[in-house]
């Protein structure tokens, strides 16, 4: 029997060269499929756009709100056999409402779409979003809030159908309290999901959508460039793809004895001193001059670049939101050089901390900035002890640089002391956690030792967390 498959000729092309090879770097299908993604995402976010819209607009969420409380008002009167009581006012009651969480469920269904389309797509070095942590948080969130959405959507409607058939039906007092009392139900159910829901629409940001749904999960011990660092832990997945394919395209753009790590630290200091009124617009630029050239500085200016002095502002904001502890620290220590503090000048070693006074659902950040003025490089150990926590002794081991001292005496740049004073920082950002059965104020001491564990500094517990159960939530800033 004759073979099914015939070799070509020599002379002949053979067609199965044609076929596309989907793994070849050479392969136009995986750009294809890109292409289609990306426009699938334009779409699915414009819907998006409209559906969010139309649910902020003209105090909808306010109208809403007021509904889901009047509804089952409303339908009590009439469980009560009030004089007053109409049915057609709660049934209007219910009706309107629904129809006014038509646009609500569209938007959370386009917002998940979105984000689910978005978060497939790929960054300028072919690497999957889901490379990048917090991609399962934001899609569960958006899930949730879809089928919230329903939930209260559904709940209005019934709650006007049970109204309907006690109105228009022979049901008898006794079902036709237990369909009042259920509408009732169904209406607070309502009322509570509004309550949840209507506070915070997510992805209503046009340069960041993603940005208000993520929660920072894994992070360094030591932060060696401090705000970047810390800004790059708070950015969600399609922000942060974003954000290395902006560094790599920096390499050509910075000065000679820059790289685009430092110029973007040095940059963010800038603007952190710049919002503290410490440093001028014209400053500013100056600032940024000095270590981009001419060209990124046009960019940087530009606002339809997502990436610019008006979209780092808003991150940098974002991320203080998130962490106001570090930058209290940076406040304090910039301070401390203007002031000529004596812990700058005269001390060997100086070590400041922040934890926030109110810790949610068990939870808390605890910054430490330490200075060696010793004049050599050393080994040190920094031991964390949390009462009740989990756990509840923590020794991180650092070797600490040989720190520069501030002279008072002369006028020193704020923008240089700073700089030289964080850079030569060792900086810790340490996560603190307790039980859900522990609530109150718990003290936290921290003590630095030296490499024959003797002691250095302590700080003994000045600060006092107050620690919050699980009933607290802590939530990222809308931008």
Same mark, same amino acid.
């Given at each position: ?44 976010? =414009? ?25 089952? =008002? ?36 386009? #917002? ?20 990048? +942590?917090?991609?399962? $948080? ?11 959405? $329903? ?7 019934? &709650? ?18 237990? !369909? ?37 999960? @894994? ?63 014209d400053r500013l630029i100056t ?12 960019? !940087? ?10 979209? @780092? ?12 502890? !570090?930058? $209290? ?32 659902? &068990? ?13 050599a490089t050393a080994n040190a ?7 009740? &926590? ?44 307790? +039980? ?6 718990? +003290? ?16 003994? &517990? ?7 159960? #699980?009933?607290?939530? $802590? ?5």
């Amino acid at each position: 029997m004759p073979s099914s498959i015939q070799r070509s000729p020599n002379n002949v092309e053979d067609p199965l060269s044609e076929l596309p090879t989907p793994y070849s770097d050479s392969s136009e299908f995986g750009p294809s499929r890109q292409r289609a993604l990306q426009r699938r995402v334009a779409a699915r976010d =414009a819907g998006r756009r409209l559906w969010t819209r139309v649910s902020v607009s003209f105090h909808t969420p306010l109208i809403r709100r007021a509904l889901a409380l009047l509804a089952p =008002a409303t339908t009590a009167l009439l469980l009560v056999d009030w004089d007053f009581a109409s049915y057609d006012v709660a049934i209007a009651a219910y009706a309107v409402l629904a129809a006014l969480l038509i646009p609500t469920n569209l938007a959370a269904t386009f #917002a998940r779409m979105s984000a689910r389309d978005r978060l497939k797509l790929r960054d300028g070095g072919q690497r999957s979003m889901d490379a990048y +942590p917090g991609v399962e $948080r934001i899609l569960n969130t958006l899930r949730e809030r879809a089928l919230r959405e $329903r939930i209260r959507l559904l709940s209005a409607a019934l &709650g006007a159908l049970a109204i309907i058939a006690v109105r228009d039906l022979d049901t008898g007092e006794t079902l036709g309290s237990l !369909l009042l009392g259920l509408s009732i139900a169904l209406g607070a159910l309502c009322l509570l999901n509004s309550l949840m829901l209507d506070d915070s629409i997510p992805m209503r940001s046009k340069s960041f959508p993603l940005l208000s749904l993520h929660a920072p999960t @894994l992070h360094d011990s030591t932060l060696d460039r401090p705000l970047s660092d810390l800004m790059v832990a708070h950015l969600d997945p399609e922000t942060a793809a974003a954000w290395d394919e902006w560094k790599q395209s920096l390499s050509d753009s910075v000065r000679d004895e820059q790289t685009p790590d430092s110029a973007v630290e040095h940059l963010l200091r800038a603007l952190h001193l710049n919002e503290r009124g410490l440093l001028d617009d014209d400053r500013l630029i100056t600032e940024a001059k000095r270590v981009f050239k001419v060209t990124a500085i046009d960019d !940087l200016t530009d606002r339809s670049n997502k990436f610019n002095l008006r979209s @780092l502002r808003t991150l940098l904001a974002h991320t203080k939101a998130w962490e106001p502890g !570090l930058f $209290r620290l940076i406040d304090r220590l910039q301070d401390s050089a203007i002031r000529g503090d004596h812990t700058l000048n005269e001390m060997p070693w100086r070590l400041d901390l922040d934890l926030p006074p109110r810790c949610s659902q &068990g939870q808390a950040d605890l910054f430490v900035v330490l200075h060696n003025y010793t004049g050599a490089t050393a080994n040190a150990k920094v031991d964390i002890v949390v009462a009740e &926590g989990e756990p509840a002794l923590q020794t991180i081991r650092v070797e600490a640089r040989p720190s520069q001292r501030i002279d008072s005496n002369r006028a020193t740049d704020q923008v240089d002391s700073l700089g030289r004073l964080l850079d030569d920082a060792t900086v810790l950002w340490i996560g603190l956690a307790w +039980p859900d059965s522990e609530t109150g104020s718990h +003290p936290v001491q921290v003590t630095l030792r030296g490499e024959q564990g003797e002691t250095l500094f302590v700080d003994c &517990g000045s600060d006092h967390p107050v620690v919050e159960g #699980a009933e607290g939530e $802590r939530r990222p800033a809308h931008v």
